[in-house]
T-cell receptor, first 115, second 114 residues
Framework: DTEVTQTPKHLVMGMTNKKSLKCEQHMGHRAMYWYKQKAKKPPELMFVYSYEKLSINESVPSRFSPECPNSSLLNLHLHALQPEDSALYLC??????????????FGEGSRLTVL | GENVEQHPSTLSVQEGDSAVIKCTYSDSASNYFPWYKQELGKRPQLIIDIRSNVGEKKDQRIAVTLNKTAKHFSLHITETQPEDSAVYFCAASNSGGGADGLTFGKGTHLIIQP
C-alpha cells in the first residue's frame, strides 16, 4: 500500500462549526505533515509530526489543531474558521522522521470551504 | 528559513521541444531538491529528485541539474508531450536534521502547444 488516504474529499462548514480532517498511511512512514494549498499557489507547510511528536508548527492559528493518535493516523481539528481558510488541505508522509524529509507522498487532499 | 525562487511562472512550448524551469534557494544547508508535478485538481506527485552529493540526474525525458555553489537547480524536459502540461513545483529541504517538510517554489505552469 503506497497511498496516503484523506477524508473527507470535500467539506463545507460554517464559521461556528467544529470539524476534523483525517489522514491515514500504512507505509510505515514515521513523519507526517499537513500542508495548506490555495488556488494557483504552492503548498504551505503547517505542521510536522515526527515519531508521533509535533516537531514543527509553522505559526498556524490555534483554530487549527493537529493530532497524531498513532504512527498511521493524522488528524486536523478545525474550529471557528474564517472564509480565508478555504483551501485544499494536503496530508503527506515520509519514511523516516529522524533522517529528514526525503520523498513526500501526498494524499489527494481535502477541499475545505468555509462559509 | 529557506526561501525558494522559481522561474518562469508560465512556460509555453511547442510539442516536441524542450522545457527548462529554474529554481534558486537561499539556505546553503539544504541538501534535498525534489520536483513535483501537479495536474489540475490532483495531488502533487514527485517526478524526480536530487541530493546535494550529485550534480545531475536523469530519468528518461526528465533531468535535473544542481549547482551547489550558485545555489540553483533546474528541471529539463525533452521531447515534450501534451501530458506534460501541468504546474511544476521545485522544493528544497535540509534532510540532515529531522523531518522538516519542504519549502516550495511558487510553481511554473507548463503549457504544451500541439
Amino acid at each position: 500500500d503506497t497511498e496516503v488516504t484523506q477524508t473527507p474529499k470535500h467539506l463545507v462548514m460554517g464559521m461556528t462549526n467544529k470539524k476534523s480532517l483525517k489522514c491515514e498511511q500504512h507505509m510505515g512512514h514515521r513523519a507526517m505533515y499537513w500542508y495548506k494549498q490555495k488556488a494557483k499557489k504552492p503548498p504551505e507547510l503547517m505542521f510536522v509530526y515526527s515519531y508521533e511528536k509535533l516537531s514543527i508548527n509553522e505559526s498556524v492559528p490555534s483554530r487549527f489543531s493537529p493530532e497524531c493518535p498513532n504512527s498511521s493516523l493524522l488528524n486536523l481539528h478545525l474550529h471557528a474558521l474564517q472564509p480565508e481558510d478555504s483551501a485544499l488541505y494536503l496530508c503527506a508522509s515520509s519514511q523516516d522522521g529522524h533522517q529528514g524529509a526525503g520523498e513526500l507522498f501526498f494524499g489527494e487532499g481535502s477541499r475545505l470551504t468555509v462559509l | 528559513g529557506e526561501n525558494v525562487e522559481q522561474h518562469p511562472s508560465t512556460l509555453s512550448v511547442q510539442e516536441g521541444d524542450s522545457a527548462v524551469i529554474k529554481c534558486t534557494y537561499s539556505d546553503s544547508a539544504s541538501n534535498y531538491f525534489p520536483w513535483y508535478k501537479q495536474e489540475l485538481g490532483k495531488r502533487p506527485q514527485l517526478i524526480i529528485d536530487i541530493r546535494s552529493n550529485v550534480g545531475e540526474k536523469k530519468d528518461q525525458r526528465i533531468a535535473v541539474t544542481l549547482n551547489k555553489t550558485a545555489k540553483h537547480f533546474s528541471l529539463h524536459i525533452t521531447e515534450t508531450q501534451p501530458e506534460d502540461s501541468a504546474v511544476y513545483f521545485c522544493a528544497a529541504s535540509n534532510s540532515g536534521g529531522g523531518a522538516d517538510g519542504l519549502t516550495f517554489g511558487k510553481g511554473t505552469h507548463l503549457i504544451i502547444q500541439p
